[in-house]
């Protein structure tokens, strides 16, 4: 079974530019996260979708991220325009399901570091 | 709100002992679940072992068991017979049934020494 899958593995930006970051889940998964985690820090949860729906979005700052989850499928997550403190590693995870038991646990990809200069 | 505490940021164990990574966590929610994951320096985050809260037995996978204490709230990971390629940092999360977000803590680095 083929793992989540994540595009580009790294990049370099400039302050200011905008850059997007795309994941492709394993299959028949319908839940998607996108998370952020900082040097030295735990995954902190962007988004979350079910499906093409927005569970919860309540840490995505709104004003330069952006993500949409087209036909459910593949997910791309933007920010526009980038600043210094954006620079960290970006992780996709997919679950079979939401809720509790032994399908949710989330697999994830090997992210996308970002370095904003 | 949900929350898990890892006060470990690191850890050492020699190669062959038992280690016992702490996790404690609060939440409102009746019905929640806890992961634990690894994240090699390669980067990406290993699922390892689930706990329900309902569960009556504590989780095992391998070398993997979860000391689950739901009355002291801690859902401690531990790995028995390390091995050095178990050098890498680990991450407690949670979800609930109400919140249904998947948190993680700050981690703790886990270095084995031969």
């Known amino acids: 079974e083929a793992g989540v899958a ?11 530019q905008s850059v997007a970051f795309w ?15 900082i040097l030295g820090q735990g995954p902190k949860l962007l988004i979350q979708f079910q499906n093409n729906g927005v569970v919860d979005d309540s ?29 960290a590693v970006y992780l996709c995870a997919s679950s079979l399901q939401r809720g509790q038991g032994r399908d949710t646990e989330a697999f994830f990809g090997q992210g996308t570091r970002l370095t904003v200069v | 709100a949900q929350k898990i505490t890892q006060t470990q940021p ?14 404690t966590y609060d939440t409102s929610d009746p019905s929640y679940g806890l992961f634990w994951y690894k994240q090699p ?6 699922f390892l072992i689930y706990q329900g809260s ?14 689950f204490q ?6 401690n990971l531990v790995i028995s017979a390390s091995q050095l390629g178990d050098s890498a940092m680990y991450f407690c999360a949670m979800r609930g049934r109400d919140t249904d977000k ?13």
């Open chain 1, 59 to 87: 840490q995505l700052p709104k004003d330069r991220f952006s993500a949409e989850r087209l036909k459910g499928v593949d997910s791309t997550l933007k920010i526009q325009p980038a600043k210094l403190e954006d620079s």
């Open chain 2, 102 to 114: 998947l948190i993680f803590g700050t981690g703790t680095r886990l270095q084995v020494f031969p």
């Open chain 2, 41 to 46: 320096s390669s980067g990406e985050m290993i």
């Open chain 2, 70 to 75: 739901k009355a002291r709230k801690s859902a």
């Open chain 2, 10 to 23: 690191g850890m050492f164990v020699q190669e062959k002992e038992a280690v016992t990574l702490d996790c």
């Open chain 1, 23 to 37: 994941c492709n889940p394993i299959s028949g998964h319908a839940t998607l996260y996108w998370y952020q985690q």
């Open chain 1, 6 to 16: 994540q595009s580009p593995r790294y990049k370099i930006i400039e302050k200011r």
């Open chain 2, 54 to 67: 309902y569960d009556q037995q504590n989780a095992t996978e391998g070398r993997y068991s979860l000391n």
